[in-house]
């Protein structure tokens, strides 16, 4: 009935085109579905995972556009979230961020990892972590990143919280969370076997600004339910607990309830069942627009309305795999 741990996170950005080159381009994770914000159709939902969108994999992103607001970092928000890599290719990354002009900080440690923090170009505040855990998770052999070094989906979250007392409490009691340790004013949890993905670190940052929704911020982190049934016990406990949650609803790819934790975080639960390939095969991932069946009436409008993508480095990885071996590696090979 517990969480198996982190199921998505979401993300505002604002223009889509530059949210794909970063996450699909520099970060080189798959986008494994181009949607619709289901609550506002007039803007994209995209989401990157590893090569199938495995629960525990995804961030997804709301892409406001290039005039929307900033969003602000602070209390009741996820204000930060990592990123899970072999903890030998953190070389690479930190390459491959200077090659791509990306601010990032200098490589640290925290509890049994290694964290180099960075900005994504709407500015918000990702981790990418090194940890043996990675090793274990599958790898996207078919995207910008070679497989070896490719993200392995989310490590962990971190809540910033104005006090965190009754939010651990929530973890701990309702949601299958234990303690894992604590370290420089946070306090870390972990459910299931803990380490990548099943991770979250709260810090409390009391007197500190909310947090505030906008380009750059996190919308919203859900956690991983085995099926609905677990989904629906646990919203039972929620509401025992006087925790207000939303009715199960329909995401087309998972099934989710949303509600505030004490601190004001929005939580979701999410179901790992029906996945991405519910409604295209998994090799055509992410390629074409897709819509549930009540927005699909007004495709033709929607197509119209929304900005024209094209994926990142797509004429470039084309020209990778169309040019011939040029003879003197042959000759070695
Ligand atoms: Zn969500």
């Given at each position: 009935m517990s969480?198996?741990?982190?199921?998505?996170?979401?993300?505002?950005?604002g223009d889509p085109q530059r949210t794909l080159d970063f996450w699909g381009g520099v970060l080189g994770m798959r986008l494994v579905k181009r949607t619709v914000n289901f609550d506002d159709p007039g803007t994209y939902h995209f989401y990157f995972g590893d090569g199938l969108g495995r629960p525990g994999t995804i961030v997804?992103?709301?892409?406001?556009?290039?005039?929307?607001?900033?969003?602000?970092?602070?209390?009741?928000q996820v204000a930060v979230f990592s990123l899970s890599v072999p903890p030998a290719s953190m070389g690479f990354w930190i390459q491959r961020l200077i090659a791509n002009n990306v601010a990032h900080s200098a490589l640290?440690?925290?509890?049994?990892?290694?964290?180099?923090?960075?900005?994504?170009?709407?500015?918000?505040?990702?981790?990418?972590?090194?940890?043996?855990?990675?090793?274990a998770r599958p790898a996207w052999e078919g995207g910008l990143v070679a497989g070896e070094h490719s993200v392995r989906g989310v490590h962990g979250v971190t809540l910033w919280e104005e006090d965190g007392a009754e939010t651990v409490r929530l973890l701990e009691e309702t949601l299958g969370f234990r303690s894992a340790g604590e370290e420089g004013g946070v306090r870390r949890l972990e459910t299931g076997?803990?380490?990548?993905?099943?991770?979250?670190?709260?810090?409390?940052?009391p007197g500190f600004w909310r947090g505030k929704d906008g380009a750059g911020a996190v919308h919203h982190?859900?956690?991983?339910?085995?099926?609905?049934?677990?989904?629906?016990?646990?919203?039972?406990?929620?509401?025992?607990?006087?925790?207000?949650?939303?009715?199960?609803?329909?995401?087309?790819?998972?099934?989710?309830v949303y509600f505030r934790e004490p601190?004001?975080?929005?939580?979701?639960?999410?179901?790992?069942a029906p996945g991405f390939t519910y409604d295209e095969p998994a090799e055509a991932l992410g390629e074409s627009l897709k819509l549930p069946p009540w927005l699909e009436a007004d495709r033709a409008?929607?197509?119209?309305?929304?900005?024209?993508?094209?994926?990142?480095?797509?004429?470039?990885?084309?020209?990778?795999?169309?040019s011939p071996i040029p003879d003197e590696t042959r000759d070695h090979t």
């Amino acid at each position: 009935m517990s969480t198996l741990g982190i199921h998505h996170v979401t993300a505002i950005s604002g223009d889509p085109q530059r949210t794909l080159d970063f996450w699909g381009g520099v970060l080189g994770m798959r986008l494994v579905k181009r949607t619709v914000n289901f609550d506002d159709p007039g803007t994209y939902h995209f989401y990157f995972g590893d090569g199938l969108g495995r629960p525990g994999t995804i961030v997804t992103f709301f892409p406001w556009g290039r005039e929307a607001r900033a969003g602000r970092q602070g209390a009741g928000q996820v204000a930060v979230f990592s990123l899970s890599v072999p903890p030998a290719s953190m070389g690479f990354w930190i390459q491959r961020l200077i090659a791509n002009n990306v601010a990032h900080s200098a490589l640290a440690r925290r509890f049994d990892e290694q964290v180099l923090a960075l900005r994504d170009p709407d500015g918000l505040a990702v981790e990418l972590v090194g940890h043996e855990g990675a090793l274990a998770r599958p790898a996207w052999e078919g995207g910008l990143v070679a497989g070896e070094h490719s993200v392995r989906g989310v490590h962990g979250v971190t809540l910033w919280e104005e006090d965190g007392a009754e939010t651990v409490r929530l973890l701990e009691e309702t949601l299958g969370f234990r303690s894992a340790g604590e370290e420089g004013g946070v306090r870390r949890l972990e459910t299931g076997e803990g380490g990548p993905g099943a991770t979250v670190d709260v810090r409390a940052v009391p007197g500190f600004w909310r947090g505030k929704d906008g380009a750059g911020a996190v919308h919203h982190v859900a956690w991983r339910m085995h099926d609905d049934e677990a989904e629906l016990a646990l919203r039972e406990r929620l509401a025992a607990r006087g925790v207000h949650a939303t009715e199960q609803l329909d995401r087309q790819y998972f099934r989710s309830v949303y509600f505030r934790e004490p601190g004001g975080v929005l939580f979701e639960l999410a179901t790992d069942a029906p996945g991405f390939t519910y409604d295209e095969p998994a090799e055509a991932l992410g390629e074409s627009l897709k819509l549930p069946p009540w927005l699909e009436a007004d495709r033709a409008r929607l197509e119209r309305a929304l900005p024209e993508i094209h994926m990142p480095g797509a004429g470039l990885r084309e020209a990778l795999l169309s040019s011939p071996i040029p003879d003197e590696t042959r000759d070695h090979t």
